[in-house]
């Protein structure tokens, strides 16, 4: 299994940028997806995560309201929309992929531990 994490870019304060995840090997029909970031010296965050079956979503306080995450079920990938974007927001992104399923799912998915497979990492970089 491949997960490939693309889309980041250099953008100003304010504006929005919008990362794919593309999962290649298999086809997921449970479980979750996953967005966390790193920044320099800093450990990994979580960032959202979405129900692959289902599409129950939750994010961190630090992005919910700017940050849509969504899935696409039948191409077997999925997105995180950024707006209003903030020169905290700049990390290493990274897409992730858990196979157990966990319920309630607003109880599980933060860790990264909980997750299987990882993609390798979008830079997004916010100036101010």
């Known amino acids: 299994v491949q997960l490939q994490a693309f889309g980041g870019g250099l953008v100003q304060t304010g504006d929005s940028l919008r990362l794919s995840c593309a999962a290649s090997?298999?086809?997921?029909?449970?479980?979750?997806m996953g967005w966390f970031r790193q920044a320099p010296g800093k450990e990994r965050e979580f960032v959202s995560a979405i129900q692959w079956n289902g599409g129950t979503t939750y994010y961190a306080d630090s992005v919910k309201g700017r940050f849509t995450i969504s899935r696409d079920y039948a191409k077997n990938t999925g997105n995180l929309q950024m707006n209003s974007l903030k020169p905290e927001d700049t990390a290493v992104y990274y897409c992730?992929?858990?196979?157990?399923?966990?319920?309630?799912?607003?109880?599980?998915?933060?860790?990264?531990?909980?997750?299987?497979?990882w993609g390798q990492g979008t830079q997004v970089t916010v100036s101010s």
């Open positions: 992730a992929v858990a196979l157990t399923e966990y319920y309630p799912f607003t109880n599980y998915y933060r860790s990264a531990e909980e997750y299987n497979y």
């Open positions: 090997g298999r086809t997921f029909s449970s479980g979750a």
